[in-house]
Nanobody, 115 residues
Framework: QVQLVESGGGLVQPGGSLRLSCSASGSISSFDAMAWYRQAPGKQREVIAILTGGGRTIYEDSVKGRFTISRDNAKNTLYLQMNSLKPQDTAVYYC?????????WGQGTQVTVSS
């Protein structure tokens, strides 16, 4: 059973930065892809950044150029570097790991962007 634990969320002012981490209980190199999702109040959960096993990255339009997804296989950790944060980035951020027949979720970490 894979466990994913997010950390790094918090309160930040507009224009600030945060780095989210997602620590996995097993080897992340075994996953076909890992991703970050977010869910704002009253909205559906949406995918914002994907990192495939081959190293390709895909970003949702609203975060392109501001967010960077990366991983450290030695630490079994996925990251999301978030720069130039905006109030509309406020949400619970979730880590996801996927294989062809199943996927796993973390518990989420709150990010609040407010002055």
């Amino acid at each position: 059973q894979v466990q994913l634990v997010e950390s790094g969320g918090g309160l930040v002012q507009p224009g600030g930065s945060l780095r989210l981490s997602c620590s996995a209980s097993g080897s992340i190199s075994s996953f076909d892809a890992m991703a970050w999702y977010r869910q704002a109040p009253g909205k559906q959960r949406e995918v914002i950044a994907i990192l495939t096993g081959g190293g390709r990255t895909i970003y949702e339009d609203s975060v392109k150029g501001r967010f960077t997804i990366s991983r450290d296989n030695a630490k079994n950790t996925l990251y999301l570097q978030m720069n130039s944060l905006k109030p509309q980035d406020t949400a619970v951020y979730y880590c996801n790991a996927a294989q062809p027949d199943r996927s796993w979720w973390g518990q989420g970490t709150q990010v609040t962007v407010s002055s």
